[in-house]
């Protein structure tokens, strides 16, 4: 199968490229030094890969994430980073094939941890970005009060998401290391073995963590490629030129087939117009490549932000040059 | 099933507002006069819905749209309003249950829709907005070349898309006046019983067309409340409070439960931060109903924009008050 016959709109993943960015991350943070996220592409197949390249510690955003991984053999360790008050997804958790720790952050997410047969949590520390995670100077207390509940305290974890898209990068180190202050500290306070952080923006300026929670770098995106990061682009989702009236072309790569959140999604040798639906309206650049572009054309489209654009498809197409070697379900959608 | 044991986050439909709804269009533009656009809920049994109203007749914007409301027993007459070269699609297309009319605005789709054995098209023209559709003057040339490759034309049809939103009213009113001159004239070139158009937005201000290609009106969303429009909002997209560290509280739906398109959505009573993959960061309103909100609470986001928001969703929990009256799989997903 070529890729001209892949049924568009669809996300196509170069495995040159895939490879080429699962070594880098692995050379530079080898085995359970790495927590790779997997909401970053929500497919088991491609944890499997991940798992090749000596990563058998994995981050999940949602229950479905952490059940799907175990159904899938990865559940070596699994660590749930968000919060979850649901009785019925607590209690699936705690009976699934795999190890599985939940992050907590505060009396009552402890407490329905603890009530639905959870056997290990971290407590999530507030490292300067205003969403989940509790006060450094808290975590010690609830670390204690998780204990008294039964439940096995691993460490501590916090995501320093504020910081990812600093620049330049002496700044985000300088940032992150402030960050990294207020989760050792905390740390000190509850005690255990693991202390998980970071992300993809920055993989590389942690060095008192255990591991690094990054998902992006495998596929990639618009938004981290303006860092100058050592990963290449290794995600489009391609199109087919349904019309060309003229000025414009029209591939059928709309906004449910791209996510919107970090702006629009970009197109080599042309400039997007807008995007509809289930349509891009785009002009190619005069002597660029798409210029002499016709009806039945496929075109490539790289997304500005790849976790929210790959929970919209249900399967990722494998390719090493025109040829699709492999289909890859998207198999940990929903919640 | 109360509303609070819905699993979070989940779109959920408020039956008396969706009702209220159904039956103003209803009276507006009765029967066939409406052609509600699927796009817009990707539901076969809100489309049931709207069918109990008096409209048979429905648009799709994709071939899965098409087979799945064949498969549904919603097959009367589906115009697909959209160009599509897939081979294998058309051919499924024309094999399914139902009444099936294709747009095509170029000699490519034309061949496209013949060579699979499509039996009705319609000429899709272009009335302003720079996507598909031919120009006004091609048209009856491109309805020649149709007849002549043996397939039947039904008519016209043109999406005022750019317009959707012009305000004030009146303004609105003289574009779209402008804009049908441009499909009446094709109509006499084309022939044909069908003169399709139009949306929510512009669903009272067309004398010239046999139905109005509406879809938003059914569910509604904080882009169209803005024009001051008889339809309530039907649909909200429910979280749970996981967190309340504060100056702000955490809900559970993010970037992955609401299309970013159109701008953030709404809370009432409240400020919306900023939208992660999972969370929604919110201030409540000091004096607000929100403002003693705890973890486990519930919280209903208004989307920006429906149509994208419930591509992301299973499943559509339909309440009266807090009864879950209802569950409506979102089966019209994918292409």
């Given at each position: 199968?070529?890729?001209t016959?892949i049924?568009?709109p ?30 970053a ?5 491609l944890?499997?890969?991940q798992?090749a ?7 999940c ?24 008050l649901?009785?019925?997804r607590?209690r699936?958790?705690?009976?699934c ?5 939940v992050a907590?952050d ?8 603890a009530?639905?047969?959870i ?6 520390v507030?490292v300067?970005?205003?969403r ?8 010690g ?19 320093e ?27 000190r306070?509850?005690?255990g ?13 942690h ?7 990054a ?18 682009q ?10 060309a ?7 059928d ?12 999604p970009?197109i ?26 016709r ?21 990722l ?5 025109d ?13």
């Amino acid at each position: 199968v070529q890729v001209t016959e892949i049924p568009t709109p669809a996300p196509v993943v170069d495995r040159v490229a895939l490879e080429a960015n699962l070594s880098t991350m692995a050379a530079a943070r080898p085995g359970a030094a790495l927590r790779p996220h997997v909401k970053a592409h929500k497919c088991t197949e491609l944890a499997r890969r991940q798992a090749a390249h000596g990563h058998l510690t994995f981050t999940c955003a949602t229950p479905r994430e952490v059940l799907g991984m175990a159904a899938a053999g990865l559940g070596d360790d699994l660590l749930l980073a968000n919060e979850v008050l649901d009785p019925a997804r607590l209690r699936a958790l705690a009976r699934c094939d795999a190890r599985v720790t939940v992050a907590v952050d505060s009396e009552a997410t402890t407490a329905a941890a603890a009530r639905a047969g959870i056997a290990e949590v971290v407590i999530d520390v507030n490292v300067g970005l205003p969403r989940c995670g509790c006060e450094p100077a808290a975590a010690g207390r609830l670390a204690d009060l998780a204990r008294r509940a039964g439940l096995t305290v691993r460490g501590v974890m916090g995501y320093e998401g504020h910081l990812m898209m600093v620049e330049p990068r002496t700044e985000r180190k300088v940032k992150v290391d402030a960050a990294m202050d207020l989760l050792v500290e905390a740390h000190r306070l509850v005690g255990g073995d693991v202390v998980s952080a970071g992300g993809t923006g920055t993989y590389d300026l942690h060095d008192r963590v255990t591991d690094v929670q990054a998902g992006s770098y495998a596929l990639m995106d618009s938004q981290y490629q303006r860092l100058g990061m050592p990963f290449r682009q290794a995600l489009t989702v391609i199109g087919t030129v349904i019309a060309a009236p003229g000025d414009w072309l029209v591939a059928d790569v709309g906004l449910k087939a791209l996510a919107m959140d970090h702006g629009n999604p970009t197109i080599t040798a042309a400039s997007a117009w807008f995007f509809s639906d289930e349509h891009v309206t785009f002009a190619p650049d005069a002597d660029g490549p798409l210029a002499a572009s016709r009806a039945g054309d496929r075109v490539r489209v790289v997304p500005a932000h790849v976790d929210p654009t790959l929970a919209l498809h249900e399967r990722l197409y494998v390719v090493e040059g025109d040829a699709v070697v492999d289909t890859w379900p998207i198999d940990l959608r929903g919640w």
